[in-house]
């Protein structure tokens, strides 16, 4: 049965895309401990959501296994939904997603969310000439698009190592997934399939995407709702957007639901911001020139960075869309991107060398969204 309409007495209700991010001198396990601690700060604070991503081969990221992930942070919360932003089809079979996905929310009903992407390696190719504030965009940055170089190596190597299956036809898998849950699903030789403990096991499934591609289509088509990945694919948000409502046909929910996500750092004054957000730069560098996210550097080590101006080029777009400052000016850019696009909801995530940095600004940014 579909699951009930997405609702939140907030009109533009915010959540939190983790990555379990390394710091420089940290550890995973540190990682993983701030993840669980994020995840119950959170929860005292209002967010209506708490995601996890999925990385690869990222000595910077410890999150690399949702599943896994997830199952221990919906243990250590109670009221606030854990999910995935995204579980990477092609690098999993639909069976073993819907199983393992389905285990945790038979224990925990109504609080399991699973997103669903495309995995890596593959990105849409770029419009041609596309304006960096095109017209009728509300002020939202929309920056040349990214093409990636030598960082596809990483994928491939990725890809190869988790047995990635570049065949996976993305719309039938999600499609499988659902079916999984529902007890409908049937195979040609033998004909029902009941995938136990998937089935009858209620998780919001979500798509994210980031170009007017498959995932939107897919998501529109099966009427489910999406995310919009500003946070790291900025340059086609609206045409992605675009292309989801267009190919919505009612499904699981009877009108297109967005919610977008957006790379944030808030601080008490814009100056202490700007201190904490000082690794970011050489962090998306080293994603995007083929290394990987590294642990994240600490503001000295930033300091110290010196950056030819190809590697500046490299990571302007990220550097110019990540909303950092105060309370005021972040949630009055978070507005600008609800605005343009129309989101039901919004997403958010947040990277520095200090935990405690991370934990203030979610803090600061409830206030100021309240």
């Known amino acids: 049965m579909p699951p009930p309409p997405l609702s939140s007495p907030h009109p533009i209700p915010l959540s939190i895309l983790d990555l379990a991010p390394v710091a420089e001198g940290g550890t995973p396990a540190g990682a993983l401990r701030?993840?669980?601690?994020?995840?119950r700060h959170a929860e005292r604070l209002g967010y209506r959501r708490f995601w996890v991503a999925e990385h690869h081969l990222a000595p910077g990221v410890a999150s690399a296994a949702p599943a896994v992930l997830i199952a221990l942070i919906v243990a250590a919360t109670t009221r606030i939904r854990v999910g995935s932003g995204a579980v990477l089809l092609g690098n999993q079979r639909p069976l073993q997603v819907a199983e393992q996905f389905g285990t945790i929310a038979q224990l925990h009903p109504g609080r399991v969310d699973l997103g669903l992407g495309?995995?890596?390696g593959r990105p849409s190719p770029p419009a041609e000439n596309a304006p960096e504030t095109p017209a009728g965009t509300g002020g939202l940055?929309?920056?040349a698009p990214f093409v990636?170089?030598?960082?596809?190596?990483?994928?491939?190597?990725?890809?190869?190592?988790?047995?990635?299956?570049?065949?996976?036809?993305?719309?039938t898998a999600v499609a499988d997934i659902l079916s999984f849950f529902a007890g409908t699903h049937r195979a040609p030789e033998s004909g029902e399939v009941h995938a136990i403990p998937a089935e009858g096991a209620d998780p919001?499934?979500?798509?994210?995407?980031?170009?007017?591609?498959?995932s939107a289509r897919t998501a529109g088509k099966l009427g489910l709702p999406f995310?919009?990945?500003?946070?790291?694919?900025?340059?086609?948000?609206?045409?992605?957007?675009?292309?989801?409502?267009d190919a919505f046909r009612p499904g699981r929910l009877a009108a297109p639901h967005v919610m977008a996500s957006a790379d944030v750092l808030v601080a008490d004054d814009d100056a202490t911001a700007e201190h904490h957000a000082?690794?970011?730069?050489?962090?998306?560098?080293a994603i995007r020139d083929g290394r990987g996210a590294i642990?994240?550097?600490?503001?000295?080590?930033?300091?110290?960075?010196r950056w030819t101006d190809d590697e500046r080029a490299l990571v302007a777009d990220r550097l110019a869309t990540r909303f950092t400052g105060s309370p005021s000016r972040v949630a009055e850019r978070l507005r600008a991107l609800a605005g343009a696009t129309g989101a039901d909801e919004l997403i958010v995530t947040t990277i520095a060398h200090d935990h405690r940095a991370r934990l203030r600004s979610f803090e600061l940014l409830a206030e100021a969204w309240t």
């Not at 000082?278 to 560098?285: R, T």
């Not at 642990?295 to 960075?305: F, I, V």
């Open 34 to 39: 701030n993840a669980l601690d994020l995840a």
């Open 118 to 120: 495309r995995s890596g």
């Open 141 to 143: 940055l929309q920056p």
């Open 148 to 171: 990636f170089g030598t960082a596809a190596a990483r994928f491939r190597l990725a890809a190869r190592l988790l047995g990635t299956d570049p065949d996976a036809d993305y719309a």
């Open 204 to 214: 919001e499934v979500w798509i994210l995407g980031s170009s007017p591609g498959e």
């Open 227 to 245: 995310v919009v990945n500003y946070h790291s694919a900025p340059a086609r948000t609206l045409d992605t957007v675009a292309a989801y409502r």
């Open 278 to 285: 000082a690794g970011f730069g050489d962090w998306v560098l």
């Open 295 to 305: 642990p994240y550097p600490s503001p000295e080590s930033a300091a110290r960075a």
